[in-house]
């Protein structure tokens, strides 16, 4: 790759991380918002839901790693879709006629927003270890972390080449993430699902990072890690790759 | 080899809007060429389809030999763009805006410095430097803009509707960076415009387009030529005798009402003295004499059967 495809990827980065330190309020709601998901809920249903096949694991430490890929999947998928902001504030004219290929576009922005749903999703894993959830390791679980961001993020982008205005990005969020979020096992095992939703949850890609970021920092995991992260490496790779190509064929 | 060459170029949007028309041009290197038109011609689309953002539905164009089409990145390496809406990223500093722009072009770190300096200073934004752009006035970000377009140093800059909303001093500031940087560093320009005053004062060579069709292309001067002459209107004593004594001359008398003589010539600004001089002569007595010379809005208007503005 030339040299200045990497000088682009790096600041289009850069551009997302001082943005992102520059809008504090966002950023603490983005944290405060799932903190509370997780103590709440998690606190509320501990005693209530029992686990199966695990005695020493509550509730609340199955639901931490699922609070964690949510947050990371939703601020992703929003850095995603903020190219609708770019465009309509202009910016993205100047990015677009830039020599610069599509692809170091896309990496570009998928690195910033992912970096900012990574520290997002570190913050809120150190308050899950303060609320008391029993961590086995942290390094493993980075992998998916980063890739459950990445691939977010593309999907992101791609709604972003659909949807010229607020009101279809809204829509697509509620009604194909929100649901792909709750059926991915963050909030509940895929062991006690109803089959219908059992197969729903089998085709839903999220589903394969939300259980490997359980298994790799719970040791609690439906499929074996190595199928978690080869699917949700190369839906990653899928995602990007088709985001790059409809964000090149699509005009402003 | 031309800096700017069409062939037929045409967009059509949803398949009904055809927003550019089997637009044929050519502009040569170092030229500043204007596109004037009223809002809707076309203008943005055109500059749109020059600058890779959209792609043509029939007909090519080519940037110094590249195809707008084909060989895209090699186009995007040769232009600098100022769009019609601010395309600037407000939450960054104007300095981060132009380092962005500078590292997306792939400019070396010493390039980097220099350029950035050497940019703010020309179009008087050092001091603002550090600001978000957020807390920019409209003529301010329209500087930063013009500043950031050429600092890759691009074969051809297009600027959209540069003045578009500034007040007549941030105009006129604009103009001059135009006008310098087409001088001192030999950028071509396509610059669009609706207003008739400032395709007339900027350009070599102008474009008029409207419905998406280019009606003629022509220096200015010789645009107003071909529309008529400069039109001389004369309150004087004696009218009759001044037409008598004017008609001996190569001036064309239109007609004479009560003390008004109206003379049409060409460069009229040339003959005003010599009508002075011989009514002086012959005891006439000029109480005014007024000058029109034929303008864009006049060239447009005879065109198009209508007005520039509306
Ligand atoms: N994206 C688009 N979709 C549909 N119609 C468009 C689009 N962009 C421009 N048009 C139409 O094309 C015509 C030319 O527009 P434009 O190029 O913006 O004109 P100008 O810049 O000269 O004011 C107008 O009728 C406009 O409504
Ligand atoms: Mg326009």
């Known amino acids: ?252 | 080899m031309k800096a700017i060459e069409t062939h037929n170029l045409t967009k059509t949007f949803n398949g009904v809007i055809i927003a550019v028309d089997r637009v044929n041009l050519s502009v040569e290197e170092g030229e500043i060429f204007g596109f004037l038109g009223p809002n809707g011609a076309g203008k943005t689309t055109t500059v749109k389809l020059l600058t890779t953002l959209l792609r043509p539905t029939s007909g090519t164009a080519k940037i110094c030999g590249y195809d707008v089409v084909r060989q895209r990145s090699k186009v995007r390496e040769k232009i600098g763009v100022v769009f019609q809406e601010p395309a600037l990223d407000t939450e960054l500093t104007g300095r981060e805006n132009l380092d962005f722009h500078a590292r997306m072009y792939g400019l070396s770190r010493k390039e980097r410095e220099e350029r950035i300096e050497y940019v703010l200073n020309l179009v008087d934004l050092v001091d603002r430097a550090d600001d978000l752009v957020r807390s920019y006035s409209g003529g301010m970000k329209r500087r930063l803009e013009i500043a950031r377009s050429f600092m890759h140093s691009p074969k051809v800059l297009f600027l959209d509707e540069p003045t578009l909303g500034l007040d007549a001093r941030a105009r006129f500031t604009v103009w001059n960076y135009i006008k310098r940087l087409n001088k001192e560093e030999g950028i071509t320009i396509f610059l669009t415009t609706h207003y008739m005053e400032e395709a007339d004062k900027l350009s070599d060579r102008v474009a008029i387009i409207n419905n998406g069709k280019i009606l003629v292309i022509d220096e200015p001067e010789e645009l107003k030529n071909r529309i008529g002459k400069d039109v001389i209107s004369i309150t004087c004593s004696h009218p009759e005798k001044l037409r008598e004594i004017v008609e001996r001359t190569d001036l064309n008398v239109v007609r004479t009402t009560n003390n008004l003589l109206v003379v049409s010539v060409n460069h009229g600004e040339e003959k005003i003295p010599m009508i002075v001089e011989v009514a002086n002569e012959n005891g006439i007595r000029i109480e005014s004499i007024s000058l029109h010379k034929p303008n864009l809005d006049d060239v447009f208007l005879h065109y198009t059967g209508r007005k520039l503005g509306g």
Not at chain 1, 63 to 74: D, E, H, N, T, V
Request: proline residues 4%; glycine residues 8%.
């Open chain 1, 1 to 252: 790759m030339k040299l200045r495809e990497l000088q682009a990827i790096y600041v289009m980065w850069a551009r997302q991380m001082k943005r992102f330190v520059r809008a504090k309020s966002r950023v603490i709601g983005n944290i405060v918002q799932p903190v509370f998901f997780l103590a709440f809920l998690g606190m509320g249903l501990n005693k209530v839901v029992a686990l199966p096949g695990s005695e020493n694991l509550t509730y609340l430490d199955f639901l931490a790693p699922g609070i964690i890929s949510m947050s990371i999947m939703f601020s992703s998928a929003f850095a995603g879709i903020s190219i609708i902001w770019d465009r309509r504030f202009g910016f993205l004219q100047e990015v677009l006629v830039a020599p610069v290929s599509r692809l170091s576009i896309v990496i570009g922005r998928a690195l910033g927003g992912g970096t900012v749903a990574l520290i997002q999703g570190f913050i809120i894993l150190i308050i899950s270890i303060l609320l008391g959830v029993k961590v086995k390791a942290i390094l493993p679980a980075i992998p998916f972390m980063i890739l459950s961001a990445l691939v977010a993020v593309g999907f992101g982008i791609m709604i972003a080449t659909f949807t010229k205005d607020f009101q279809g990005f809204q829509l697509i969020m509620n009604l194909l993430l929100f649901p792909m979020i709750l059926l991915s096992s963050a909030f509940f095992p895929i062991d006690t699902m109803p089959c219908w939703l059992k197969v729903l949850s089998e085709i839903n890609p999220l589903t394969y990072a939300v259980d490997g970021l359980r298994g790799s920092l719970m040791g609690y995991n439906h499929f074996p890690l190595h199928v978690d992260f080869l699917i949700v490496l190369g839906v990653c790779m899928g995602v990007m790759f088709l985001s790059s190509y409809l964000f090149n064929r699509s005009e402003i």
